[in-house]
């Protein structure tokens, strides 16, 4: 009956009021009818179901439902573009509070977005003015929020890896898309409004009504998966997924970040779901009672479907991407085959320890997480021991004893009384924490120097392989250039010929005639049987010294290395290089063993700063360098990178003292004390020549007394030389005045003095000249920049 009153609200305008309290009214035709006045415009009508069997709605709603559907009417006229998606990313892209692009959409929610619009009564969306949604977005707040972003762009734009960089190129060509508008939760509900589950003005609990408006208007249903697939997990989205398939609207699955199915989600049912709040779960459990769905028929219809439908859409992307990626994607997956294989036997009450070896050594050869690993590894060595045991491996003593299990890489204790023959005796068993961390430390190194090796063997490769290209272009060329050379000739030949012929006789005509298509006959003849010769010529034997056939020896194909996985590898035990160093300092291991992985973690240090580091850094690790025994080849990088750096401070502190021979000590104890003043002001001077350049002193040349030249002779690689400029000192900077009558003042015995190397100045020279004679303005506005900052004259 219900239905037909909904009917006739939505044709005559002339009902005002529907006063339907106490009758049998179930959730069923409250939704229906409550889905009626959403697509109605008129907001005079009165609609009350109080005393009705419906458990969507609190009472207060049920006063008057028509509230309930102006709240989802407004709230299906909220959305958010896709070029917005990407002006969010941007702007809060370098916030402080949360690190955008690893968190979750519900940090997003809760750090940026909420503290961003309260007080404001209204959601993100509210301030941007976009068009009515026509997609409505199914995504997990527990996804990363990259995989929602780049879920719409793709969805968008239709770009399978689309950047996050709106700039790019790629976007030149669909520029248009990014206004397509989407209803994405987070972004067009009000995170500060909390109004309780069931209630008329309550946003949240209301999205099938959105979704059914989007349908009305033709619009579909966007599903994002995210990297670790928690959509399955949440009752939400489940519940969304069932009234997409029950109204048949328009479904499209898309990846944000595309990743293999993780086996543990591909058994997951409803039973298995969860959802921020009791409320929420009540709400949807009696929104499926009513629909009359169990939970076998939930999983049957939408949770198996939807599974089947994300494996489908993930082999039709899987095809698409490039066979980089798809080397990734399947080392992933067998990733996470060994997790769950190695899990799951640790799990097991009446686990076997061949299997659990087995599960970690396929753990270690796909280089399963650490953590992981090492407490399978540390359950085998328990079985171990347990297993001795009970054996009678032990004839110990109680309290006495050790035992070393084959991967010795965990602090294992084990007490346990044995019951043998005779009496009860207690079984301690212990494994050096000393042992363990100097085997973890030196296994780090090992590895360090192993990917080194690989990535200059990638290298090499690398080399051979641009040198082989270039080669096979240079002998392309050449072949080219001899066809075209032999083509000239023979048609150079041919005119001489043909000139030949035109001045004999016609009897001696014919004679030379036959006489070239005779020679190049035998000429084609000739080479067809080099030819045969060649390829009839026996392979894999070659003649020695005394003329017999030998095998040809073949080389082995160099096996190529992938450059990316080593690096990867590289960089995660880097990490582990330097927790493996702290706890060998902790347990006092080898002073050997310590200096080596230092000097390990301080070459790949120079690396980083090589690649973009301040002077100061590479002056100090310079320093550290010569303390630890780097190479003398590592160092001169290093000190030529400094030497060609900006800026740099030298701080001299107290004065050097002066060189006096043992012969002469008792003629300085004699000397007259004006003279020591006289030698002590000397060393205290600088001794260096300057000419003022613009606001900074340029040294001209350095004498060889004084506190310049003591520090050049007392650090070979970081000197002084003429050519730098003087920019600072104690405190003065960039006032050649100032610093004239600074030098001018007595010497102190505290120092410090800030230099400009030359190198950089003639850099910066350099583009100036280059910008004024090309007359480049822009190049030569920033360059005149550049030179006043270098005090350039």
């Known amino acids: 009956g219900l239905l037909g009153l909904a009917g006739a609200v939505a044709t005559h305008e002339g009902l005002r009021s529907l006063a339907l309290e106490d009758n049998q009214i179930t959730d069923s035709a409250a939704l229906r009818l409550v889905g009626t006045l959403t697509r109605v415009e008129r907001r005079d009508l009165v609609c ?120 790019h190129v790629m976007y030149r060509r669909c520029h248009e898309a990014l206004d397509k508008v989407y209803f994405i939760d987070a972004f067009c509900v009000d995170q500060n409004v909390r109004e309780p589950v069931r209630d008329a003005f309550c946003q949240t609990d209301k999205f099938d009504l959105v979704m059914d408006l989007i349908r009305c208007r033709g619009g ?49 049912n409803l039973k298995d779901a969860q959802a921020t709040s009791e409320e929420d779960l009540s709400l949807i459990n009696d929104e499926l009672e009513m629909r009359g769905v169990g939970l076998a028929g ?25 066979l980089l ?66 054996r009678g491996d032990f004839a110990l003593r109680p309290g006495q004893g050790t035992f070393r299990d084959e991967y010795d890489e965990a602090d294992v204790k084990f007490d346990e009384d044995v019951a043998r023959e005779g009496p009860k005796r207690k079984v301690v068993i212990h494994i050096s924490r000393k042992k363990l961390a100097s085997e973890k430390l030196t296994k780090c190194v090992e590895t360090e120097l192993k990917c080194r090796e690989l990535l200059k063997k990638a290298r090499e490769q690398e080399r051979r392989k641009k040198e082989q290209k270039e080669k096979e272009e240079r002998e392309a060329k050449a072949k080219a250039d001899e066809e075209q050379r032999q083509k000239e000739f023979l048609a150079e030949k041919l005119r001489a010929h043909n000139a030949s012929m035109a001045s004999k006789p016609k009897k001696k005509q014919r004679a030379f005639e036959e006489e070239p298509v005779r020679a190049v006959a035998e000429k084609a003849q000739s080479q067809e049987e080099s030819a045969e010769v060649v390829k009839a010529k026996p392979k894999g034997k070659k003649k020695g010294k005394t003329g017999e056939e030998q095998p040809e020896e073949h080389e082995e194909e160099e096996e190529e290395v992938d450059k990316n996985m080593v690096l990867r590898e590289r960089s995660t035990n880097k990490e582990e290089l330097s927790k493996a160093l702290a706890l060998a300092i902790e347990e006092k291991v080898d002073e050997e063993e310590i200096l080596a992985a230092k000097r390990i973690i301080a070459e790949n240090r120079l690396d980083d700063l090589l690649a973009g580091g301040g002077p100061v850094e590479l002056r100090d690790l310079v320093v550290e360098g010569r303390e630890l025994g780097l190479s003398s080849e590592r160092l001169a990088v290093a000190i030529d990178a400094f030497r060609c750096a900006a800026e740099y401070d030298l701080d001299w502190g107290a004065p050097p003292e002066g060189k006096k021979g043992s012969d002469n000590k008792k003629a300085a104890q004699e000397q007259d004390p004006e003279e020591d003043d006289e030698e002590e002001e000397e060393l205290l001077e600088l001794g260096i020549d300057v000419v003022q350049v613009g606001q900074a002193l340029l040294i001209k040349s350095i004498a060889r007394t004084g506190r310049i030249f003591a520090w050049n002779q007392a650090n ?42 030359r190198v950089y100045a003639e850099f910066i020279a350099a583009d100036l000249s280059a910008a004024v004679q090309g007359e480049d303005f822009p190049a030569l506005k920033y360059a005149v920049e550049m030179a006043k900052q270098a005090n350039l004259s």
């Not at 003065?732 to 610093?739: D, G, K, P, Q, V």
């Open 220 to 268: 579909e249903i966007l599903y994002i998966v995210g990297r670790e697939y928690s959509s399955l997990t949440r009752s939400w989205c489940l519940f969304e997924t069932h009234y997409a398939f029950q109204e048949c609207i328009k479904f499209t699955i898309y990846f944000g970040l595309l990743r293999p199915f993780p086996r543990k989600r591909k058994g997951l």
């Open 325 to 390: 990626s798809q080397q990734e994607l399947e080392w992933l997956d067998s990733q996470d085959n060994a997790r769950e294989d190695l899990l799951a036997v640790m799990a097991d009450e009446h686990r076997d320890m061949d299997d659990l070896k087995q599960c970690i050594d396929v753990g270690v050869q796909v280089r399963l997480e650490r953590d992981t690993v090492d407490r399978a590894k540390q359950l085998h060595a328990r079985m171990l021991l347990a297993a001795s045991v009970r």
């Open 48 to 167: 009350n179901l109080i005393g009705n069997p419906v458990k969507r709605f609190n009472q207060v709603s049920l006063s008057n439902v028509t509230l309930v559907a102006e709240t989802a009417k407004k709230l299906s006229l909220c959305g958010i573009a896709a070029r917005h998606m990407f002006k969010f990313w941007t702007d809060f892209s370098a916030s402080r509070d949360v690190d955008i692009e690893t968190a979750s959409t519900r940090a997003i929610v809760e750090k940026i977005i909420r503290p961003y619009l309260e007080n404001k009564k209204t959601s993100f969306s509210g301030f941007l003015h976009a068009p009515i949604p026509m997609v409505h977005v199914v995504h997990s707040w527990d996804d990363a929020f990259q995989d929602l972003v780049l879920g719409v762009i793709q969805h968008a734009t239709g770009i399978l890896e689309p950047s996050l960089d709106l700039s």
């Open 298 to 322: 939930f999983d049957k219809a939408v949770t198996k479907v939807l599974k089947a439908q994300i494996a489908d859409r993930y082999l039709e992307l899987f095809q698409l991407v490039p």
């Open 716 to 757: 070979p690689d970081l000197q002084v030389e003429a050519g730098d400029q003087l920019i600072g000192m104690n405190g003065i900077l960039e006032s050649a005045i100032r610093l004239l009558d600074e030098m001018e003042k007595p010497p102190e015995p505290e120092l410090r003095i800030k230099f400009r190397r």
